[in-house]
């Protein structure tokens, strides 16, 4: 079974929750961060993986515009779509609904929240300020949900087996 890693990451917790998906997955797999690469073509694999962080209720940009693009191709795929997100997991998993189209999101056999991370060393002045006065963080934290990744990885090694 192949799969593809789609992602973008704007301080690094989605790119390292991405990693730590691909560690344990099986068979071969690849990893797009559309930060700095394109993905030309989404054909050649059985399984498309799709990981974005929400900042203020809006899902990255370039992850939006990947499904856009690729909504009918997606759709023949074992589809997962994951989220990084200061949010409470159904607050997220909501947030997911408003920025991923239905027919989508239906078709994800996996859709799961994978918590976050604040680093506020990546942050600019005027980010690290409105973190530090809104939301009273003072220093940086992770609250990865490695639970839920040890279960999207063990789904998809079981369709691995499954499925050939």
């Keep these: 079974m192949k799969t593809l890693i789609i992602f973008s990451s704007k301080y690094g917790s989605t790119k390292k929750c991405a990693e730590l998906i691909m560690k344990d997955l099986k068979g071969k797999v690849n990893m797009i961060n559309l930060k700095n690469q394109k993905c030309k073509n989404v054909d050649n694999y059985d399984t498309v993986l799709i990981c974005g962080a929400i900042y203020a209720g809006k899902l990255h940009s370039e992850v939006r515009k990947f499904v856009e693009d690729n909504k009918e191709c997606l759709l023949e795929k074992n589809l997962g779509l994951f989220i990084c997100c200061k949010e409470e997991k159904e607050k997220a998993l909501e947030y997911m609904k408003y920025n991923i189209p239905d027919l989508i999101i239906q078709k994800a056999f ?21 973190l530090k006065s809104i939301f009273k963080i003072k220093e940086s934290y992770s609250k990865v949900d490695y639970d839920a990744i040890k ?7 079981e369709m691995g087996v499954t499925n050939g």
Aim: hydrophobic share 40%.
């Design 110 to 130: 996996i859709k799961e929240h994978l918590g976050h991370e604040i680093n506020l060393e990546k942050m600019n002045f005027l980010e690290k300020f409105l």
């Design 151 to 157: 279960r999207i990885t063990n789904k998809i090694n």
